[in-house]
């Protein structure tokens, strides 16, 4: 396996202390949500910090190697576990919304593996080759070309960013005791610092701007941290409480 030496500083610190700051971040959170209980819907919430926490390390480790074929593969993981995450919130919403009667074990596992198996399927974009999936510039980070970007575009915003918000303002817009609608609205203003992290990268990683890619490393890690501490002190604490 070939390494090389990070040389844009940029990009080290994107990786290694932005997204570390993320990973640190999103472990603990998981953690103190665990460490209580974990019971189904405790695991469910938490499976959101863990998907994109394994996600973020996978980035970590493909970050100095220089081998395009070891690295298009741990893009890809980095992809799936980063991206695959929200479908975690749309289950969750959909237990408190219709109840685990309604929503019951099978039809989370369906919805989770519908979901894995679209993320999976992205693998035959890395496979395509040039002009399909991921390349990468002179500084070896990731370019998404325009068949990629739109497939885990649309599809993250039709089947997970959508059905989210949707779920979660019809939540909202059942409560009726204040004190509920003001902790589940962190929470929706989570959601919202979450979307806005995630379709940075969509858009950073497509339109291949280095200046653009700087402005997402600054803003993404704190709307990934903010959106990350919302929602946990929305819904997260009371689950683990």
């Known amino acids: 396996m070939v390494l090389y ?32 209980d974990r019971k189904r819907l405790n695991l469910i919430f938490s499976g959101f910090y863990i998907s994109a926490t394994i996600g973020i390390i996978f980035n970590w480790i493909y970050g100095p190697i220089a081998n395009l074929e070891v690295v298009l593969i741990l893009n890809y993981f980095t992809n799936f576990g980063v991206f695959y995450s929200p479908i975690f919130f749309v289950v969750f919403d959909l237990i408190l919304l219709k109840s685990e009667k309604v929503i019951t074990t099978t039809k989370q596992v ?8 679209y993320m999976f399927c992205m693998i035959f974009f890395v496979l395509a080759g040039v002009g399909w999936g991921v390349s990468f510039n002179a500084d070896w980070a990731p370019v998404w070309e325009l068949p990629f970007f739109l497939y885990l575009t649309l599809g ?4 997970a960013i959508g059905p989210l918000l949707y779920l979660s303002f019809q939540i909202y817009n059942k ?10 609205k962190y929470f929706i203003l989570g959601v919202c610092a979450m979307i806005g992290f995630m379709y940075g990268i969509f858009f950073s ?17 704190i709307l990934a941290i903010i959106g990350g501490y919302l929602m946990y002190n929305g819904v997260g604490r009371q689950l683990s409480s």
């Open 156 to 159: 993250e915003t039709f089947f």
């Open 110 to 117: 369906l919805i989770l593996l519908g979901f894995g198996i």
């Open 5 to 36: 030496q990070l040389e844009d500083p940029i990009r080290v610190l994107t990786i290694y202390v932005a997204q570390g700051l993320v990973l640190v971040t999103f472990a603990y959170l998981a953690f103190r949500i665990l460490k209580r």
């Open 175 to 184: 409560f009726e005791d204040e004190q509920l609608k003001k902790k589940w």
């Open 205 to 221: 990683n497509f339109l291949d701007i280095k200046m653009v890619r700087t402005l997402m490393g600054a803003i993404g890690v």
